[in-house]
């Protein structure tokens, strides 16, 4: 869906993106309300809060459609949770007025197997990672040329760094391992959501619902996504125009997910979201690779990998998106 409220500039620019973000707001305000009362059948909104701008713009405009009143917060951190998270989401919260709550999942993580799965696939990499070591994951290979793949970083608890390839066994099991953090907080929304007869909010922007940056079943569930039509620069700008804390408005957006300090650029997107967003924008509408480079200060040959990029993960993003197959004859579903 593309916003009344975007200014298109071609060609590729630093106007691009510009929104009229209190226009915006009132056209999202209005579709939620009329979501909820005609479509949904539910009396409020619940919203996961990380302390992020995604999250956090969704529930400014949950409050803006609804009121406080009507508006649930929940803060899930774990054990590997950046205590930045719980912090700047309890801010919010208090800033909106929303009645919430603090759930710690780490438990019900430990009784599933979140942490020893991830160890032990950690371990078949680099056998002395123990009690005090950190990891992450990062993506290389797209942008030279190559194709996708990942390594594993993991640090000593007296600080060494330690990288190496991820084998496709490994990998996948870590990432199995810490889906898991997604999928309970997911059932914790549910769980708060069929208490109050209110419906679940998903804080996908555009960035991250076009490239599959979710988990299925898990962040990736909802029943309404509020700005999966903005990019990310432009949920920033919805942030300071809704005059959320500065805080939460200057936050870098990261996975909160392993023990490393990890960028979603790391993990995931080939560059920082600023410049994702303008490859993006242009690729929706057909600019050549070589002004989109000439915008983001790089060569011809680094922007067509960027669009190759995008179209490679967009591929992969399918599954994500996929209803269950069943045998229904379309005119039936």
């Known amino acids: 869906m593309r916003s009344a409220a975007l200014v298109e500039v071609s060609p590729v620019g630093a106007d691009a993106l510009r929104l009229d973000e209190r226009a915006e707001a009132d056209r999202i305000s209005a579709w939620l309300r009329e979501a909820l009362s005609r479509r949904l059948h539910r009396r409020g909104l619940v919203v996961a809060l990380s302390g992020g701008i995604d999250s956090s713009v969704c529930a400014a405009l949950a409050v803006q459609a609804l009121g406080p009143s009507r508006v649930y917060g929940l803060l899930m951190p774990e054990r590997d949770s950046s205590g930045f998270s719980a912090e700047r989401g309890a801010l919010l919260a208090r800033h909106l007025g929303i009645a919430h709550e603090v759930i710690d999942i780490a438990p019900a993580l430990e009784a599933l197997g979140c942490y020893r799965q991830r160890d032990e696939a950690i371990r078949r990499i680099f056998p002395a990672y123990g009690e005090g070591w950190r990891n992450k994951i990062v993506i290389a290979g797209g942008l030279a040329g190559g194709i996708n793949h990942f390594r594993l970083v993991v640090s000593e608890p007296a600080g ?144 067509a990998r960027v669009y190759a990029d995008i179209e490679a993960k967009r591929r992969a993003a399918a599954y994500l998106h996929a209803p269950a197959e069943t045998l229904l004859a379309p005119s039936a579903r």
Not at 181 to 191: E, L, N
Not at 215 to 220: A, C, R
Not at 252 to 266: H, I, K, M, N, S
């Open 160 to 303: 060494a760094l330690h990288e190496q390839r991820l084998p496709l066994r490994e990998y996948l099991q870590i990432v199995a391992a810490t889906n898991f953090k997604q999928r309970v907080r997911k059932t914790m929304d549910y769980f708060h959501a069929d208490r109050l007869n209110y419906a679940v909010v998903g804080t996908p922007n555009r960035l991250e619902y076009d490239q599959g940056f979710f988990v299925k079943v898990g962040d990736g569930a909802a029943d309404i996504k509020p700005i999966a039509h903005l990019y990310k620069t432009q949920v920033y700008a919805m942030a300071r125009a809704l005059g959320l804390p500065g805080p939460i408005c200057d936050a870098v957006p990261t996975t909160d997910t392993y023990t490393l300090p990890q960028g979603q650029d790391e993990f995931y997107f080939a560059l920082p979201y600023a410049q994702m967003d303008l490859a993006l924008w242009s690729l929706n509408r057909g600019v050549p690779a070589a002004d989109l480079g000439a915008a983001l200060g790089i060569d011809e040959v680094r922007a």
